[in-house]
């Protein structure tokens, strides 16, 4: 990934419709996988997502864009045309997790950790041989780890 700092697009994507797209300028975070019972929900399984600094995402379409206050502490983002899930946003937190699967390929991305493995759902396992964790994770050591890079 290039410098945190440059102002060259590193990523794009959007949405199957294609009336959401983005970039991002600087490093991504390395894929997340989130088990919890709300990204099961959302998604229809388990999630993996990469993440960026909020002003490092551009929104080049939103229109279509939809916020959907998921829980107290946070919003997940998605298409009103298809339906997409494209974001998920702390109300705390200065990242935007953006799902791996509307990102542009090649991502040149990686896989690094479960998060909320103890509430994963009863039909399959986690046997990749990541990091796993039972409930949530201070993902921030991930982002230090991707600038060294």
């Known amino acids: 990934m290039c410098d945190p700092t440059s102002d060259k697009t590193t990523a794009s994507g959007g949405c199957q419709c294609g009336a959401v797209r983005f970039t991002v300028t600087g490093s991504l ?20 997502a990469s993440a960026s600094q909020k002003d490092k995402l551009k929104l080049e379409s939103e229109d279509h864009l939809a916020w959907y206050r998921s829980s107290d502490i946070a919003r997940r983002a998605f298409c009103r045309v298809c339906g997409s ?7 705390s937190a200065d990242h935007v997790s953006i799902m791996a699967g509307c990102l542009d390929q090649p991502s040149g991305l990686e896989a ?17 041989g990541l990091p796993q964790h039972p409930e949530g994770q201070d993902l921030s050591k991930l982002y230090d780890s991707n600038r060294q890079k």
């Open 112 to 128: 690094a950790e479960h998060i909320y493995v103890d509430s994963k759902a009863d039909y399959y396992e986690v046997n990749d």
């Open 85 to 91: 899930n494209l974001f998920w946003q702390s109300d």
């Open 29 to 48: 975070r390395p894929i997340v996988y989130c088990h919890c019972e709300q990204c099961r929900r959302s998604s229809g399984h388990f999630v993996a």
